[in-house]
């Protein structure tokens, strides 16, 4: 992933640290090269609620870059078939108007499987929770779950890593220096945990060395 600076726009600031010979620090957000050549998308679910049995997905986004460094920008609403309960709306601000019209998941999962299939999956809490969404809402339709290459947990990471304090995204992008602007917004979220795994690529290189199959093996998990 040679740059993830275009996700300002998705809500997400990276606030860089520090100064090198009285200018700012150069370089792309996944400059390390280990995931060069290979598709790399933030993945970010909202929803109805926390069941994945019951409860239904209202917006999905996909942000990144491919294997060519051209970057992924998939993000749409979608009607859940269903009312949004309130207490669901107070958190993610998504109400039953703004997804009439929108389609429903059917409509939606063959634009994101060509992009999932193959590719680095990075998410926050992403294995207990958006996979366990778009495993269940893929049964429901009698559809095939994508195939990605590897999901990167970036909560499974923090806590692997022994990063201090709690591991909410919010509070470790305030710990890495990520200003998340649009909280609970799935293309916000998505860029934000892009930015994440770079800082903590930036932070615990030895965690990074080796072959991207050793990498991923080690800091990745196989639908």
């Not at 933030?42 to 491919?66: H, I, K, M, W, Y």
């Not at 909280?183 to 945990?193: I, L, P």
Request: glycine share 12%; hydrophobic share 40%.
């Amino acid at each position: 992933m040679r740059s993830l600076i275009w996700v300002l726009g998705l809500g997400v600031r990276w606030v860089p640290f520090g100064r090198v010979h009285g200018r700012r620090r150069e370089g792309g957000i996944m400059d390390s090269g280990i995931l060069d050549g290979l598709r790399v998308l933030g993945f970010d679910l909202e929803t109805t609620g926390f069941n994945p049995r019951q409860d239904r997905v209202v917006q999905f986004a996909l942000v990144g870059s491919d294997s060519d460094g051209s970057h992924v920008n998939l993000h749409s609403l979608v009607d859940p078939g269903c009312k949004i309960p309130n207490e669901s709306s107070k958190v993610h601000g998504i109400m039953d108007d703004d997804v009439r019209g929108a389609g429903v998941f059917e409509e939606h999962i063959e634009s994101m499987r060509g992009l999932i299939d193959g590719a680095v999956i990075v998410g926050h809490n992403v294995v207990a929770f958006d996979w366990r969404f778009m495993e269940m809402e893929c049964i429901r339709i009698g559809r095939e779950v994508p195939q990605p290459l590897a999901i990167v947990d970036t909560l499974v990471v923090a806590r692997s890593f022994g990063v201090p304090g709690r591991h909410k995204l919010g509070l470790l992008c305030e710990r890495f220096g990520i200003r998340l602007e649009r909280s609970h917004r799935a293309d916000a979220d998505a860029g934000a945990t892009l930015l994440l795994l770079w800082k903590l690529m930036k932070a615990y290189p030895n965690k990074f060395r080796g072959s991207v199959q050793e990498v991923l093996d080690s800091i990745g998990s196989r639908p």
